[in-house]
């Protein structure tokens, strides 16, 4: 799972209100490169969860994410920036482990880099 | 990349192994899929370079076709982890990027507007009614550009209706009327059901609709 998937998920049980993020829980992660696409990077700045995406690259051993972005069309225009916010968001992969809802602690696994977000019969 | 080939490398994707009635698992046939995909990427740009989601992607063959056509980012959903698997080898076969995750269409719950285009063949709703409608309904609160889906000729109006009056889209169009081969995977299927004609649709989600982060479906 790539943290921009990360970053488009949030708990799906009802009457959950906070969420997101998932916390992660890593047991195996891994690296994987791929093509370097600046209009994408550029494109979907704005829709990510900037501390969301810091934080998961974090637990995922990725340290080097500015912890905010004051002026972004600066910092989009930087390739040392793009280079870190295109390999936190697509290079880095949880393999195993889980995801985990901030507000209930419930656990959703990951296996083989599938989250798996279906829900028990009471949580619908 | 041109049609035929696009056709040629689809018609290499592992399918069900082992279908699940209950929940409609038959593929989107290579004829069918590469077709889809060029035109929606040839007449309306919906494709190249756009996010796409593949809402019950079993083995992946519509999403791997959008990857094929160089979406930029793609994930496929389904709720059956054993076809999620056959997908994720699929898309190593073809050396294209796919993002799975096993959800049930009628709870998902995305933030953050991501998705440009949604692209589906989803359950006709024989088995479970209103299947059909519910992805259709989700597909139009997550998609922001356009949703691509296959109904059932015979269910024509009310694709329309549903799609307009219900989801509030901003169009409803049949692009083209297919005949679709449902493989006769299942004893229950009456000789006429075999082949079954299909609209392909393309539905514009609402403009300017608040993209609530919850999507359930009325019709639960
Ligand atoms: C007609 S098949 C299409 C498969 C694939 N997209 C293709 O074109 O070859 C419908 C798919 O929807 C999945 N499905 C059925 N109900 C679902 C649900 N509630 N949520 C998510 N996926 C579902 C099935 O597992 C199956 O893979």
Known sequence: MRLLTHNMLSCNIKGVTNGFPLRIEVEKSMEK???????????????????????AARSLGYNDLPEEVVDSSTMLESSDFLKKFHHALLELHLEEGALICPETGRRFPVNKGIPNMLLHEDEV | MKLKQLEGLLGNLEQFSCPKIELEQYPTSAHIASRMLFSAEKTFGDVTGKVV????????TLGIAAALLDADYIVGVDIDAQSLETASVNAEDMEVELNLM???????????QFIDTAIMNPPFGTRKKGADMNFLSV????????????HKTSTRDHVKKMALRD????????LCELRFDVPQLYKFHKKKEVDIAVDLWRFVPPKDQERVVKTFSPHQ
Do not use: H, M
């Not at chain 1, 093509?35 to 994408?40: L, S």
């Open chain 2, 167 to 174: 989801c509030d889209a901003t169009s409803a169009e049949v």
């Open chain 2, 102 to 112: 096993q959800c049930d269409i009628n709870n998902l719950n995305w933030r953050g």
């Open chain 1, 33 to 55: 490169e791929v093509d370097f696409n600046i209009d994408f990077l550029k494109s979907i700045f704005s829709k990510v969860e900037w501390t969301a995406l810091v934080e």
């Open chain 2, 139 to 150: 597909a139009l609160k997550v998609a922001t550009r356009a949703v691509y889906s296959l």
């Open chain 2, 53 to 60: 989601a593949d809402f019950g992607c079993g083995c992946g």
